[in-house]
């Protein structure tokens, strides 16, 4: 988590979203700020990861709808800006007919930035590992064994090349483990090969 860079740009609201990676979310709601707690910061983060890799329209709009619903709560809205690949939180207020001037803004102290790409910053390995563990025994509790040596061999490449959670993983991680690690270091059998791509896609049903 970062506190928000400065730049010299105009950030506009989009009212139709051609993807995520160039949408504002401007907000609806007219409660007081507040400042984001923790656990809201990582739920806005969880939901912009699965609207980055859903790919269908319906569930962009969900997910997208439902972080925004979270941050109405504290007077919040979101975009992602692209040039980094970073998710950035920030006050309504600082929206004036969906457009948001950063530079014109004295305190930017209330916004916070969320890297979405490369190695997670201050994060550490054995908690990755640990959260990463929960989720695989909840693979192969709900859907076998296969599914879930497929998830340990993504988590062994996440912790090890990303040092993330297999649930923090990009639309572009995910394609990088299937298309270039997985045959070559994750020896798999023909089933687990078989289902491998949809044993990634049962991450977006964890809350992780």
């Not at 400065?6 to 007081?32: I, L, P």
């Not at 572009?172 to 270039?180: M, V, Y």
Request: aromatic share 8%; with cysteine.
């Amino acid at each position: 988590m970062r506190r928000l860079t400065m730049d010299n740009h105009e950030h506009k609201s989009e009212t139709k979203q051609k993807d995520d990676v160039e949408t504002v979310d401007e907000g609806m709601s007219d409660g007081a700020e507040k400042s984001l707690p923790q656990s809201v910061i990582d739920e806005a983060e969880r939901l912009t990861r699965l609207c980055v890799n859903a790919t269908v329209d319906a569930e962009i709009t969900v997910y997208r709808d439902q972080r925004q619903s979270l941050l109405d709560e504290y007077g919040y809205t979101a975009r992602i800006r692209d040039a980094d690949d970073t998710l950035v939180l920030y006050p309504q207020s600082w929206l004036t007919d969906g457009i948001a001037q950063f530079n014109q803004i004295d305190d930017t102290n209330r916004a916070v930035e969320v890297s979405l790409s490369g190695p997670a910053v201050e994060a550490d390995w054995e908690d990755v590992e640990t959260t990463n563990k929960t989720i695989i025994d909840t693979i192969r509790q709900e859907h076998g064994e296969a599914h879930a040596k497929n998830i340990r061999a993504f988590a062994d490449f996440m912790g090890n090349y990303y040092l993330k959670t297999v649930t923090e993983a990009t639309k572009d991680e995910r394609k990088e483990f299937i298309n270039e690690y997985y045959t070559r270091n994750a020896w798999p059998s023909e089933q687990e090969e078989a289902i491998v791509s949809k044993s990634i896609k049962l991450l977006d049903t964890i809350e992780g």
